[in-house]
């Protein structure tokens, strides 16, 4: 153990999802390429989000997914937590005395539409009038009625391999019988999943804030381990979500809006974001893409293209106000 890191044992908090726990597993394999001798202990949590079967604005906000792992971080129970950026509340700062101090690597953050086993169809194009497709994020949902609004899109909720089996139709689902259902692609492929499916393009299906980056949170007088989190930081990554959740955050974004925001570095170095808002339905929505002019201040990119979807009427959208 270097002297930057201490001989103490590393508590990192998580979801107990499959996916939540691979994930984690994944986190400690890059630490442990930089510090060999690392000792971990990983602390699941069920969250009320995760036990809860409804809207979870009715609960309060996907904000339930992160936290009670934030409260048992503030206390000292854990060390570190791995959340799903996506997660993380954009119309709230984070709790006090807590700070994201890496981001991994941003994988593939597309969606993909997967179908029944034995389906015939193999696009959003194939599906006929009155098809089922299952969906948890009102985001999904807004961008698939824009697309095919003679679509209907049923919530559905669980662990990734759950909701495969209430797709394949193992699991009944209430008497409905789906069509598809959209899942991310680096969920599937994190957890080792292959499945055909239709990969939805940037244009049909813009992902959420902060899609597929894990984010990796400490106490910020905890000097030690945010030293050692900051090994595995990918600063290309840390930008573009940097621009998103600003973007994200003076659009007083919350769980019930159906918010995309995508942020890319092109080969010189220069930012892009794109920011999209909707209305549940998908029937109104506000469109913006701006590159970096402010010698690359992610900050000032996410604060531009607030301004600008603001501007076109988001406010109005988020509200639910008519136009």
């Not at 908090?13 to 971990?40: F, W």
């Amino acid at each position: 153990m270097t002297a930057d890191f201490p001989k103490r044992v590393l508590r990192i908090g998580t979801r107990s999802s499959p996916l939540a726990l691979t994930q984690t597993n994944m986190v400690i394999a890059a630490l442990r390429k930089h510090e060999p001798d690392l000792e971990t202990e990983v602390v699941p949590v069920t969250t009320k989000a995760d036990l809860w079967e409804g809207d979870l604005a009715q609960l309060g906000g996907k904000g339930l997914y992160t936290r009670e792992i934030d409260q048992m971080l503030q206390r000292g129970d854990i060390d570190a937590a791995v959340h799903c950026v996506k997660d993380v509340p954009g119309d709230v700062p984070l709790p006090k005395g807590l700070v994201f101090a890496a981001y991994m690597e941003r994988p593939d953050v597309r969606d993909v539409l997967l179908f029944p086993e034995g389906s015939e169809y193999t696009s959003l194009a194939d599906l006929p009038a009155g098809a089922i497709i299952l969906s948890s994020a009102v985001r999904r949902k807004a961008q698939v009625l824009r697309a095919r609004p003679d679509l209907k899109v049923v919530r559905v909720r669980g662990a990734v391999g759950t909701r495969l089996e209430k797709l394949d139709g193992k699991i009944e689902l209430d008497g409905i019988k789906p069509d598809g259902m959209i899942l991310a692609v680096a969920g599937l492929a994190r957890l080792g999943i292959e499945r055909p499916g239709y990969v939805l393009s940037m244009d049909e299906m813009l992902p959420a804030v902060g899609a597929g980056v894990l984010g990796l949170e400490c106490r910020q007088d905890d000097h030690p381990v945010g030293a050692l989190l900051e090994k595995v930081n990918d600063e290309k990554t840390m930008r573009e979500v940097t621009a998103e959740r600003v973007m994200l955050h003076g659009l007083r974004g919350h769980c019930n809006s159906p918010i995309a925001g995508y942020c890319t570095t092109e080969g010189d170095g220069q930012l892009s974001l794109r920011g999209m808002v909707f209305d549940r339905e998908g029937s109104k929505f506000v469109n913006a893409m701006l590159w970096d002019e402010h010698d690359g201040d992610p900050a000032v990119l996410g604060a531009r293209a607030c301004a600008e979807l603001l501007r076109q009427g988001a406010r109005k959208i988020i509200s639910g106000i008519p136009h």
